[in-house]
């Protein structure tokens, strides 16, 4: 298995944050009905863009050597990226047509944002600007938390 590099693993948190956009928004066009879902899911997809744009910022940041322990750090990160959930088959959002009810829509959001935060925990511990990963780890945390919240709100 071949290692990622510390910039590859950059790109793929870009990517990460691009697929959550895209995921974001089409929620929002799905469940249009639902004003508090969609203005929702459309912050959160705000959001997803302003992460990327950070993440592209680091990466013209990092220099070209690679942290200790990589090698382990490497494999554990390609091991998420490959994950079906992360970045689903052939690096896009898996069909989603399953997800029918805001229910459904909420659960998944939460599980994408549960997995995009394991990955930037293993990010930060990489890179020497921990900083800048440590504010989009507390967005995304916020993003959970307001999943859960509006999650508790739906009857039984």
Known sequence: MENFSVREVVEQ???????GYEFYTSMAERFEKNEGLKKLFET???KELVHEK????LKDML??????????ISEYMRAI?????????????PNLSHLQ???DAVRFAMGFEKETLLYFYSLRDAVKEKDIVDE????ERSHIMWLAKFKDSFPG
């Open 13 to 19: 948190a870009v990517r990460a944050e691009r697929l």
């Open 44 to 46: 959160l997809a705000v």
């Open 54 to 57: 950070t993440f592209l910022e």
């Open 63 to 72: 220099g070209d050597e690679e942290p200790e322990a990589w090698d382990e």
């Open 81 to 93: 990226v490959e994950s079906e959930f992360f970045l689903g088959r052939d690096k896009a959002l």
């Open 101 to 103: 009810s805001p229910q």
């Open 136 to 139: 989009i780890i507390n967005e």
